[in-house]
């Protein structure tokens, strides 16, 4: 399953899809057709076709290099690569993504923001991935230096509480697709420049976006889901990433500690306690007020956009806040905070300083002891998830005939606004 969508990209521009026919301003009908041009002007919101789109889809994490490069200062959905880091699939309905083959009267902009649709956390270890096939070691919901030590986790379960090839791990599906996207439209502004210098819209994004998936009491909800496909699809994620480990579900639980051949080792049950983890299907709703609570934003004068000439439709950062810390949730590394967290970074990874991160613990013998237990601070997070960024043109193709006639006419000039793109 993993090796069909990991290390896949899919580029679909308007030369390898179906032809759509779209209905073209004026009906059909002769140019000077007043009454076809009204009904094409007046045609309500809803009703004015999408003419092209382009849609990013990125799997989470990206590696800092991809991420840094793909959401920089500015970001391009528009651009003409076919190839662009991080990105997985390029769906546009251009010929050359961004450049028109025919005129349009543009009449409205969708600035489309989707996610995962689902949520949930759980907790696991990390280990370091193998070459090639290898017993897994178990996967405690908590261990000891003592467990470790005394050989409670096997010969591959590190040597060390601070062995760096297995440590304990939080894996998180969703959420940080929520917070990244969340944070984009934030950090930018959306800039659509016309006539080399003009702005048609200079507004924040989130102002101007779609936002889902929703948190409206009819779409949102919980239940429980297995959680292995999605760390096998992760751990494939971060294998090709370049990550030394991977992601391993809890399958047992510590009950406590004995004292064997004079020294203090781990007692461990088997469990599936984990193999399901709690669900929550929604998210984040629309914020941008500037689309009326609708999947596009109205401009307020029709906008002429001619054929040839590249859409100058940007994403330009504002918040440098948001930046990081959407960087921060699409990143392999957490960037800046890196793969392996510790609480403060003042803090030792392991927490191996003489008496630091000691408490007694009461053993399971014939005669219980008190015992000095020491455990990791430190985790390292995992993640997965999906986000979708899209640009989508409303308004209508205009054939020459017509172009001509809307510009000349003196009926149609107070409703046409005649702009080149940038």
């Not at 793969?339 to 991160?357: E, F, H, L, M, Y």
Request: aromatic share 10%; hydrophobic share 40%.
């Amino acid at each position: 399953m993993s090796k069909s969508i990991i290390g896949r990209k899919i580029i679909k521009f308007g030369d390898s899809q179906d032809k759509v026919r779209r209905v073209p301003f004026g009906l059909g009908k002769t140019p000077g057709d007043l009454a076809a041009a009204d009904k094409c002007i007046k045609c309500s919101f809803g009703n004015i076709p999408v003419i092209e789109e382009v849609v990013w889809t990125v799997p989470l994490p990206l590696t800092a290099e991809e991420a840094t490069a793909t959401f920089a200062d500015t970001v391009n959905l528009l651009s003409g690569s076919s190839s662009v880091p991080g990105v997985a699939s390029i769906d546009s309905t251009f010929l050359i993504n961004g450049i028109l083959q025919t005129d349009i009267l543009t009449q409205g902009v969708g600035v489309h923001v989707f996610h995962e649709p689902m949520s949930w956390s759980s907790i696991g270890n990390a280990f370091l991935a193998p070459a090639t096939a290898v017993a897994a070691p178990p996967s405690p919901d908590v261990y000891t230096e003592n467990d470790v030590a005394h050989g409670a986790l096997g010969a591959t379960g590190g040597t060390t509480i601070t062995d760096a090839n297995y440590t304990p791990a939080d894996f998180e599906w969703g959420g940080p697709a929520w917070k990244a996207g969340w944070n984009f439209i934030n950090a930018y502004q959306f800039q659509w420049k016309t006539s080399q210098r003009e702005l048609v819209l200079n507004e924040l994004a989130a102002d101007v976006s779609y936002f889902g998936s929703f948190a409206d009491a009819e779409a949102s909800g919980t239940s429980e889901v297995p959680i292995i496909e999605f760390v096998a699809t992760a751990n494939a994620i971060y294998r090709s990433k370049g990550s030394s480990t991977i992601f391993l579900p809890v399958n047992f639980r510590r009950v406590g500690s004995i004292t064997t051949g004079g020294v203090n080792v781990g007692v461990f049950h088997p469990t599936r306690d984990f193999d399901l983890a709690p669900v929550t299907w929604g998210g984040l709703r629309w914020q941008g007020y500037g689309c009326r609570g609708q999947m596009y934003r109205p401009i307020e004068s029709p906008c002429f956009l001619e054929r040839g000439i590249p859409i100058g439709m940007l994403f330009v950062v504002q918040d440098a806040v948001h930046q990081a810390t959407m960087l921060e949730a699409l990143t392999i590394n957490n960037e800046p905070l890196g793969q392996n967290i510790s609480p403060d970074s003042n803090i030792t990874a392991g927490n191996t300083i003489t008496g630091a991160n000691v408490m007694l613990e009461q053993t399971l013998d014939a005669v219980p002891a008190l015992v000095a237990q020491q455990v990791n601070v430190s985790r390292q997070t995992f993640k997965g998830g999906i986000i979708k960024l899209g640009i989508k043109l409303k308004g209508w193709e205009m054939p020459g005939g017509w172009k001509a006639y809307c510009e000349s006419s003196p009926a149609m000039a107070h409703l046409v606004s005649t702009k080149a793109a940038a």
